[in-house]
């Protein structure tokens, strides 16, 4: 069982920064992570992901040059780092986890969900 928690989230101007983390109760060192977002009236979709060391990593076009995903298994965080934010970014911000050491970009594929963090770009 892993139970996973974002923090970071908040209000911003366009242009701005954040940087959300993912602390996990569990161990998470052969996991894929991954960065899922939600805005009011649309699907979840990825943003993220990362694979277990780093090596292979996934952005949504519309994220890609804006953020960065990483992580420190030693400290069993996650972190998104986002720059030059867009209005279009606001949503419910989800760090998720599947339990293998393949790398996935399928949401049905994460088996632990956290509860999510608001992020809210104005313009």
């Known amino acids: 069982q892993v139970q996973l928690v974002e923090s970071g989230g908040g209000l911003v101007q366009a242009g701005g920064s954040l940087r959300l983390s993912c602390t996990a109760s569990?161990?998470?060192?052969?996991?894929?992570m991954g960065w899922f977002r939600q805005a009011p009236g649309k699907e979840r979709e990825l943003v993220t992901a990362?694979?277990?060391?780093?090596?292979?990593?996934y952005y949504a076009h519309s994220v890609k040059g804006r953020f960065t995903i990483s992580r420190d298994n030693a400290k069993n965080i996650v972190y998104l780092q986002m720059n030059s934010l867009k209005p279009e970014d606001t949503a419910v911000y989800s760090c998720?986890?599947?339990?293998?050491?393949?790398?996935?970009?399928?949401?049905?594929?994460?088996?632990?969900w956290g509860q999510g963090t608001q992020v809210t770009v104005s313009s």
């Open positions: 998720a986890t599947a339990v293998s050491p393949y790398f996935t970009t399928t949401p049905g594929n994460y088996n632990y």
């Open positions: 569990g161990r998470i060192g052969i996991n894929t």
């Open positions: 990362i694979n277990w060391d780093g090596s292979n990593t």
